[in-house]
């Protein structure tokens, strides 16, 4: 039996700050979860907090969300750092894109720096010479997720957040949920934030996973300050076939987390050596001293991709009271604090600080009529 004002199904970054933000509107929630808090894809994922601009919504998604990070009283616990991100263009021809970028972002009012060739091999020896330019967004930054979400259901004391592991939901109902375990709960608003699992329940989301290897090396002495990425990453990350893009990032440690690809359609976790291999010799090819440095461990983990590569955020047309927040693809960590919040203001029937519409769930149903 709970008292819950709201029930949430998920603890990963999306659910627990859903339920954060909700507590501290004052609701009573009540967060129910397969997997411990930041279990998911939030303890795979490579936690770069970046604003992405391949698509006006996600630009606006992505900027304003960075900014509720920065003012996030869980930074420390998550040891941010404020590294930034260098996008890397590699030849003439991706000049247009670095360029199209430093435009769209400079448009938006976030900061960035282009840096020529010389200044390059000042910024980060370590990488290759040859590269045509670099574009520095020094608002950027790196979060460990999985210790947040766990900070996040602590609510600070306030005691409005309650939640249980181990409770997997089976069905939505108007007005509350059915759990494996026989448990039928009921509260005023369900929030489902279970990530891919969401279609299992909605399947009318239609969510697309989108497998992606991460390796990670042992502590070593390679300076490197930024995360850096090729500026190929966007197109790498939404389009619609297998893709891999060179995605660099340093760690407290002194070791370094090198990402990364996307096999379209997968949802196992299985490492897959060629996928591997691939990815790592990427990365080698951007920052040659790497092949000295052995690598300790890989793993695998499933973004959440949904059919038109927004995420689905805010009222469930097709069952009363219930409400979504999932399919963030590759950009969860760094959106979920802007889902949050246009949860709880859509919730309460107020206006949201940026459009909601382009990730209206709605879209979904709509979709899927048409097909
Ligand atoms: C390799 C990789 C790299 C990434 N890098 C980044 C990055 O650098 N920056 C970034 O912003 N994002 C990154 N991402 C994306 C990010 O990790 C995800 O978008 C984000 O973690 C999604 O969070 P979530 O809370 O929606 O889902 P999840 O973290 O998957 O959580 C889902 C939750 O739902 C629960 N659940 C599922 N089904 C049920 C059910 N039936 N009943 C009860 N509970 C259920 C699970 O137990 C879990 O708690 C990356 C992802 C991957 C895989």
Request: net charge negative; charged share 20%.
């Amino acid at each position: 039996m709970t008292r819950a004002d709201v029930l949430v199904i998920g603890a990963g970054i999306v659910g627990a700050s859903i339920a954060s933000a909700l507590a501290a509107e004052g609701r009573q929630v009540h967060v129910l979860s397969t997997l411990a808090p930041g279990d998911g894809a939030t303890a795979a994922g490579m936690g770069h907090l970046v604003v992405l601009d391949d698509d006006p919504a996600e630009l606006d998604l992505s900027r304003w969300s960075l900014e509720l990070w920065r003012d996030s009283p869980h930074l420390a616990t998550g040891e941010y750092r404020d590294c930034g991100t260098l996008w890397l263009a590699t030849a003439d021809h991706e000049l247009a894109a670095l360029r199209d970028k430093q435009q769209r972002l400079q448009a938006a009012g976030i900061g960035c720096e282009w840096i020529d060739p010389q200044a390059l091999a000042v910024a980060e020896p370590s990488l290759r010479r040859g590269l045509v330019a670099g574009l520095r967004v020094a608002g950027d930054g790196v979060l460990y997720a999985p210790r947040v979400a766990w900070a996040l259901l602590h609510d600070e004391g306030r005691g409005r957040i309650t939640w249980e592991s181990g409770a997997t939901v089976r069905a939505l109902l108007p007005g509350g949920v059915q759990l494996d375990d026989g448990r039928r709960l009921d509260a005023g608003a369900v929030v489902l934030a279970a990530g891919l699992d969401s279609a299992r329940l909605l399947p009318e989301l239609r969510f697309l996973p989108r497998k992606g290897h991460l390796a990670i090396t042992d502590r070593c002495a390679l300076p490197l300050r930024h995360q850096v990425v090729e500026v190929g990453y966007g197109a790498s990350a939404h389009g619609g076939a297998d893709s891999l893009a060179f995605n660099l990032q340093p760690r407290p440690t002194g070791q370094l987390l090198i990402g990364s690809c996307r096999q379209v359609g997968r949802d196992d976790r299985t490492i897959d050596p060629a996928m591997l291999g691939r990815m790592v010799g990427r990365a080698v090819a951007f920052v040659p001293a790497l092949a000295d440095v052995p690598v300790l461990r890989a793993w695998t983990g499933v973004r959440p991709g949904s059919a038109d590569g927004r995420p689905c955020i805010g009222r469930w047309p097709l069952l009363r009271d219930v409400w979504i927040a999932a399919g963030h693809e590759g950009l969860g960590i760094t959106t979920a604090p802007a889902t949050a919040q246009l949860i709880v203001a859509q919730m309460a029937g107020q206006a949201t600080p940026i459009d909601a519409t382009p990730f209206d769930p709605a879209r979904m149903v709509a979709t899927e009529a048409a097909a």
